[in-house]
C-alpha cells in the first residue's frame, strides 16, 4: 500500500536544506505522497530509506522506452492530471503505420515522408517518432521483410504489430536490437507475447475489450515479471477512447490503481478515413493522454500543427523557454556590422535572428539573459533595463568586435535609452523599430 506523507517524511534526513527546490522536508514528503515529486530530487536520502520509499516514489505511470541511440522514446512516467499542476514530461511518440499488404510505392512513401518531414521551431526539431509495421496478411517472411526494410531504411522507433506469437517472434527476430514496443499481447496469446518479450527485454502492449480486460492483463504479465508495459483499452470510437484514457490517468494518478499504471497507445488511424480528422482526433490524445499516437500516413498539413501542439503542450509552463545570453553572428558580421540587443526569449530571439537573416545585412546579435522573458515583460520586470543591458553588453565583448559605438535597442524598450547611455558612457542607443517585421527594412538603411 502507498506510504503516507508522514510516513515518509519521517524516512527523510528531515534538514529542510530545500536542494529539491520544495522549502521544508514536509513538503517535500507530501509531494511525494501525491505522486508530484520524485525521489531523486533529494541528494540526502538514505539507502534503507530509498529501499523503503522505492513503491512511493515510482511514479504512478510507469516510463517505457521504446528504441535506441538518439531516436530513443520514453513514455508515461507522468505525475500530473493537469499541465498547470506541475509539468507533463514525456511527449507522446507519434507513429506511422506500414503494413505488409501495402504495395511497395505506400510503403516508401511513408518511409520517406517520415524521414523527410522535420521543423525548426524554436531552436528544437519536431518529427514523428516511430512507424508502426503491422502483419495484415499473417506471414512471418513478408512481415520480416517489411521490418527489415524499416530498420535499415530509417532510425525510427519500430512497433511490431500482430496478435500472431510466431509472427511476431519473425519480427522480432530482424529488429530486437531496435527494441522494438511489441504490439500486442491479448487474453488469447499473453503467454506466448510475455515469453517473447521476456527473451527479447522488449516492451509488450496489451490490448483489451475495455478496462478490466487490461487490468486482468497487466497484473498477470506483472506477475510474470514484466513491467515495460504500454496499454490499449481495445476502443476505437472517439468518445469511449477518450473517456478510457480520462479513467487511465485518473485511476492511476488519484487511486494508485496499479494495472492502469502505464502509458497508453492510441489508434487515430482506425477511428476515421479523413487524414484531416485523424490529426484532430490525435491532438486529443496528444492533449489527453495518449503515450503513442498512431496515424495512417504523414502529411504536412496534419503532421506539423499536431507536432506544435505536442510541443506546446510539453513544454514547462513555469519555465518560459530561454535561449543561451551572449553573442550571436548572422550573416558573418565584421567590425562595422550593427550591433542589435534583444532578450533571450526563445520566440523572441528566433523571430529577431530570422528577421535579420533575412535582411542580408550581416549583424551582431546580443542576447541579454532576461530569464526567458519577452523585452516588454522583461522591461515591466526590471530585467531589461539600462543597467543590466549595459553590463551585459560589456560582458559579452562585443565591444572588442566591433569599430563603431552604437547599439540598436528593440523599440518596445525605447525608456531605457537614457540609461543605457548613461551605463555605456561615449555609445550611441539607437532605438530600432517595435515589431521585428521591419527590422530587414531598419538595417538595410542603418550607418555605421
Ligand atoms: Fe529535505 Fe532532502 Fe528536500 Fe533537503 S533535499 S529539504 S533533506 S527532502
Known sequence: MALTGIQIYK???????????????LAFA????????????????????????????????????????????KIGGETVLFRHEKTFVNPPGIAVLVTDEMGDEDVAGRLE???????????????ADLVAVKSVSGDGGKFETLVTKTKNET???IILMTEDASVMEAGLKACADRKPLMYAA???????????????????????????????????????GLNDI?????????????????????????????PLGFPTIAFPCEMTDDLMQESLIASMFVAKYGGIVVLSDLQGYGLFPLLLSRMDIYTDPQRPMATSAGIYE????????????????????????GEIETSRVPAWLVVVDTEGLSVLTAWAAGKFVGDIVGTSLK???????????????????AAISGDLEEELGDWDVLVGPRESAHIPAYLKEWKA
Not at 524516512?11 to 522536508?25: D, I
Not at 515510482?58 to 516510463?63: H, K, M, S, T, V
Not at 527485454?201 to 492483463?217: I, M
Open 11 to 25: 524516512l527523510l534526513p528531515k534538514t529542510n536544506c530545500g536542494e529539491c527546490e520544495v522549502p521544508t522536508c
Open 30 to 73: 507530501m509531494s511525494l505522497a501525491a505522486g508530484k515529486a520524485e525521489l531523486a530530487s533529494c541528494p540526502y536520502v538514505s539507502e534503507e530509506a530509498k529501499a523503503e520509499l522505492a513503491d512511493a516514489a515510482a511514479p504512478p505511470i510507469r516510463p517505457v522506452e521504446i528504441g535506441t541511440g538518439e531516436r530513443k522514446l
Open 113 to 127: 515522408r517520415f524521414k523527410t518531414l522535420e521543423y525548426e521551431r524554436v531552436g528544437l526539431t519536431l518529427r
Open 155 to 157: 532510425d525510427a522507433g
Open 186 to 224: 491479448t487474453k488469447e496469446n499473453a503467454d506466448a507475447m510475455a515469453a517473447l518479450a521476456k527473451d527479447s527485454k522488449c516492451p509488450l502492449a496489451v490490448k483489451g475489450n475495455g478496462l478490466d480486460d487490461v487490468s486482468e492483463l497487466t497484473t498477470k504479465l506483472t506477475e510474470d
Open 230 to 258: 504500454v496499454i490499449d483499452s481495445g476502443a476505437r470510437g472517439i468518445r469511449k477512447a477518450l473517456e478510457d484514457q480520462i479513467f487511465i490517468r485518473r485511476g492511476a494518478l488519484l487511486k494508485k490503481y496499479k
Open 330 to 353: 548572422i550573416g558573418g558580421p565584421n567590425e562595422n556590422s550593427p550591433v542589435l540587443v534583444t532578450s533571450n526569449f526563445s520566440l523572441t530571439y528566433f523571430i529577431v535572428s
Open 395 to 413: 560582458k559579452s565583448g562585443i565591444m572588442d568586435k566591433v569599430s563603431h559605438k552604437k547599439v540598436v535597442i528593440p523599440g518596445y524598450a
